[in-house]
Structure formats: structure tokens, C-alpha cells
């Protein structure tokens, strides 16, 4: 399995500015960017999140994370939105590993 998170973008106008966002609010990650010319893949192994004021920045105007929403026709990892910030990362899902045999 995988342990690669992110989100996988419709094209817009706004792709550049997402992307640069994301790549500065994850400075410690490698994140690769994959161009499908109807979507783009974005990546990182773990953890990876985007804020909304970064994108705002990059984007020259307000931005209200749901509009993000709206572009990501699917990703990898689990989720949490939040009204200032987005992230995806990798769990492990330990609940079967944990459970004991019946006897």
C-alpha cells in the first residue's frame, strides 16, 4: 500500500497558484506534481497541507478553501477540512491489527 497523499485537482486557473501554495506550506516535503492535462496528481509521502491564506497569496485574491473542494475529484490519504486549512495524510489502519482472536 501506497503511503503517497494529496489531492488530484481538475484543471482551472487556479492550478498554478494551489500547487505553489502547497509546495511552500510543506518546505520539508517532496512533492510531485503530475500533469494529466484534465487533472493534476499532487503527492507527498506521509502528511501533506495547504492553508488558506497561502493560497490566497499565491492566487492574488481571497480564497475560501470549499472552493478547493469543488476542484478535487478525488485524493489519496485521509482527509480533515477545515475552514483555514486542508490536510491529507497516511494512517495505517491498526484497528484489525489490534483486535484479539476470539477464543
Known amino acids: 500500500m ?10 482551472s486557473d487556479d492550478i498554478d497558484g494551489i500547487v505553489a501554495a502547497i509546495r511552500e506550506d510543506n518546505p520539508d516535503k517532496e512533492i510531485t506534481v503530475t500533469d494529466r492535462g484534465a487533472y493534476v496528481r499532487i503527492e507527498a509521502p506521509g502528511h501533506l497541507r495547504v492553508t488558506r491564506e497561502s493560497v490566497a497569496r499565491h492566487l492574488g485574491q ?6 478547493l473542494e469543488t476542484l478535487m475529484s478525488a485524493f489519496a490519504g485521509r482527509i480533515n477540512n477545515r475552514t483555514d486549512e486542508i490536510t491529507w495524510e497516511y494512517k495505517s489502519d491498526l484497528s484489525s491489527a489490534s483486535a484479539k482472536p476470539a477464543h
Do not use: T
Open 2 to 11: 501506497s503511503e503517497l497523499v494529496g489531492p488530484v485537482l481538475r484543471m
Open 62 to 67: 481571497d480564497f475560501e478553501l470549499r472552493r
